[in-house]
């Protein structure tokens, strides 16, 4: 194999080798139950906030699609990187190394080279990762639709965008409720109705305003 070929697959199995060992750590230290727990929380708090501030444009008669891309991205981005992936990195690393000092003190040496350590120094990235995901990925999705406004011109109808964007938030509130059934094994169906409901309820709510007001 040719140098150059090495060197591009080096890193790549390293960066495999990483991941793998991470889902090892967060599997040994029981971190998938806190990780999927912060997803859901964070993409349901994300989808409902996305709804808030583009109705909430809507109401205040914004009509360029790309303020609504820049206002819902922009926080979406704070949100998910600076309290999604950093503040959870920093909480659960600073539980992750209370649990190692503890162990520690009970077997009075220290874990530096320990199973231990590894778990108090990665599944912290591991927890965060999932949780800044859970805050990005579904809210950003739910701007494809002001996307194509843009892309098709100012002349797009923005009652259209408004309701495609809405109702993706509200079809990915579904499939959240679907996934909670499904690992508390109730019924999937009802706990995705229950979600859309909320969904719903935010939007009549913010919408009623409009009509109040």
């Known amino acids: 194999m040719l140098e150059s ?16 060992e991470l889902r090892r750590l967060a599997r040994i230290s029981d971190a998938h139950s806190i990780a999927r727990r912060l997803f859901v ?49 920093l909480s659960e690393r600073a539980e992750r190394l209370r649990e190692l000092h503890e162990t520690e003190r009970v077997m009075l040496h220290k874990l530096d080279d320990s199973i231990y350590a590894k ?16 805050a990005l990925l579904l809210p950003l999705l739910t701007l494809i ?3 194509v406004a843009l892309y098709l011109g100012t002349d797009f109808p923005l009652e259209i965008t408004i309701a495609a ?10 499939l959240i409720g679907c996934y909670l ?32 007001f």
């Open 181 to 212: 059934g499904k690992i508390s094994g109730e019924s999937k169906l009802l706990n995705g109705l229950k979600f859309v409901g909320i969904g719903l309820t935010a939007v009549i709510t913010l919408l009623a305003l409009k009509v109040v």
């Open 41 to 89: 929380t964070n993409s349901f708090d994300g989808l409902i906030s996305t709804l808030g501030i583009i109705l909430g444009g809507y109401l205040g008669n914004v009509e360029d699609p790309a303020t609504y891309i820049y206002t819902v991205a922009g926080g979406m981005l704070a949100l998910g990187i600076f309290s999604g992936m950093i503040a959870t990195y």
């Open 145 to 147: 639709p002001f996307a």
């Open 119 to 134: 778990v108090a120094r990665y599944v912290p990235v591991y927890v965060a990762f999932w949780s800044g995901i859970g």
């Open 5 to 20: 070929e090495k060197s591009l697959q080096n890193p790549l199995h390293n960066l495999i080798f990483f991941f793998k």
């Open 165 to 174: 964007s809405t109702s993706i938030a509200l079809v990915e509130l579904f």
